[in-house]
């Protein structure tokens, strides 16, 4: 059974910075991919960034400038770093993890990050 472990969310304020994690647990991870997506109230959920387990990302263009994604492959976790953070960065961000070798993807609990003017 997959598990996706989540954390590094919290309050800033404009113009700080987060860390977010999401460690993948329960099965071996390899020739997959996580993903980040973000949802605020009232609105649809999108796309942050993306990266495999090869190394290859993509980051969506309303945040490229500010965050970026990396990983570590040993201890199956990824990140995503999160500068300048903005007010209407405030939503809940969701982990997605994806691989070959599974009979379906997961998705994370989801965690709040709050940017106050």
């Known amino acids: 059974q997959v598990q996706l472990v989540e954390s590094g969310g919290g309050l800033v304020q404009a113009g700080g910075s987060l860390r977010l994690s999401c460690a993948v647990s329960?099965?071996?991870?390899?020739?997959?991919?996580v993903s980040w997506y973000r949802q605020a109230p009232g609105k649809q959920r999108e796309f942050v960034a993306r990266i495999t387990t090869g190394g290859t990302t993509s980051v969506a263009d309303s945040v490229e400038d500010r965050f970026t994604i990396s990983g570590d492959n040993r201890k199956a976790t990824m990140y995503l770093q999160m500068n300048d953070l903005k007010p209407e960065d405030t939503a809940v961000y969701y982990c997605?993890?994806?691989?070959?070798?599974?009979?379906?993807?997961?998705w994370g609990q989801g965690t709040q990050v709050t940017v106050s003017s």
């Open positions: 997605y993890a994806t691989s070959t070798w599974w009979e379906r993807s997961y």
């Open positions: 329960g099965s071996t991870f390899s020739a997959g991919a």
